[in-house]
């Protein structure tokens, strides 16, 4: 019986692993050619892979969860026979056709819902590739994300080489430092009889404060009130995106009233005719405009460290990253070229990025190219809050809620509008007499928007 191996295609440009966030299909079904076999979630979006073509599907090449490299095999078909057993591997001599076919579908789906999701058990780490004894290597082909891709490249490192200590077999940019430093230079086995695991290299005081943690299993009488679901998909990334930002940036945050009186009136009176044009005009368009003839002032707001190169890349554009919530997660459309827009231009954008994101439509270009963020909650924005810097840029804005206070104008207290800003900068960069300036710029810009009419683009 032929069998015939298809291999997760090129997804994306720089993309060279994915994550299986859900099977769509099981071993044993017989499939139809373009039918959605899987989700797999990059680096950039989630993807749904399509059958290339019809046959029967005798193993899943990994388990949801998993990290996948490009080109390694994600189904073997089973081709023009009766069905097989769901876990059944190609028998010894069986002719297996390589994937020489047509490449399957990927389209980009962000999805509504959280992918991968239902009530499974969670999957075990796959075991590290032994290395054997007629080479040195550890993986033919390695996982490792693009940057830690880069470092090797820099380095003049064989990723091949490098003992993996990360999931699922993947090379860190840890083990690309610990490696170069030939800390890893005698780890291969001298025979496949004496193979063992790499030793992991000694954990930095980094790694030692953020080693994993293990749940430990109920009581008894508690067991049937957990569920145990795999931490994948979209929520994954936001995770390990976050926890890139804290463990990378040095946070600090600046807090400060702005009185939004006179755009909260401007807003009514433009309201009527945006509305003509059929957009919705909300503050945020406002805001965007602030926060770009702010970032013009003081450009490191709007550039990032390439830590690879040790360089501080001034990017002279403007892309304003909007984020949005959604039952996927946290999201953060792009608003492209933002000082180039119109104020009906950035609302009509900002529209149309919001709908597309909660109905999981987001493309991969509207959610990747941002040169700083805004975060704003609404109605339900509260007091105020820390904001996590949206790695690598090196600054963040959170807009709260606008709540009615007492102000002073003119030497009278009266009753105002007054509004939250809370700004999160990287002190790696951005110096704190910076951060407080650009902020009361914006806060300028804010509570006199008649400014920005003047100084628009």
Known sequence: MAKWEFKLPDIGEGV??????????????????DQPMVEVMTDK????????????????????????????????????????AP???????????????PAATAVGDIKETLPGMGARKAPA???????????????????????????????????????PTGAQGRVTKEDVGSFSRGAATAVAPATPAAAEPPPAPVASAKTQAHAPVSIAPPSTAHAALEERVPFAGMRRKIAAKMAQSVHTAAHFTFVEECDVSALKALRERLKPAAHAQ??????????????VAA??????????????????????????????????????PVVKDADRRSLLGVAREIERLGTDAKNGKSKMEDLSGSTFTITSLG?????????????????ILGVHQIKQKPVVREGQIVIGEVMLLSLSFDHRIVDGHV????????????????RLFLEMT
């Open 278 to 291: 059929g957009v919705k005009l909300t503050f945020l368009p406002f805001i965007v405009k602030a926060v």
């Open 125 to 163: 780490a796959a075991a590290l590739p032994a290395a054997t004894a007629a080479s040195t290597y550890f993986n033919e082909k390695p996982l490792a994300t693009p940057a830690t891709r880069k470092a090797a490249r820099d380095l003049g490192i064989d990723l091949k080489r490098v003992p």
């Open 295 to 332: 970032l013009k002032k003081y450009p490191v707001l709007n550039s990032a460290l390439d830590e690879a190169s040790n360089e501080l890349v001034y990017r002279k554009y403007y892309n304003v990253g909007i984020a949005a919530s959604t039952d996927a997660g946290l999201m953060v």
């Open 45 to 84: 979006a989630t993807v749904t892979i399509a059958s290339p073509r019809s046959g029967l599907i005798a193993k899943l090449g990994g388990k949801v969860g998993e990290v996948v490299a490009v080109h390694s095999v994600l189904v073997l078909f089973e081709l023009g026979g009766a069905p097989v």
């Open 87 to 101: 876990a059944a591997t190609p028998a010894q001599g069986a002719a297996v056709e390589k994937d020489e076919g």
């Open 379 to 395: 109605a339900d924005g509260g007091l105020f809050a820390t904001p996590i810097i949206n790695f690598p840029e090196v600054g």
């Open 435 to 450: 951060g407080a300036a650009f902020a009361y710029d914006i806060i300028r810009y804010i509570e006199n928007p008649d």
């Open 16 to 33: 060279t692993e994915g994550e299986i966030v859900q099977w769509l299909v099981k071993e044993g079904d017989v499939v139809k050619d």
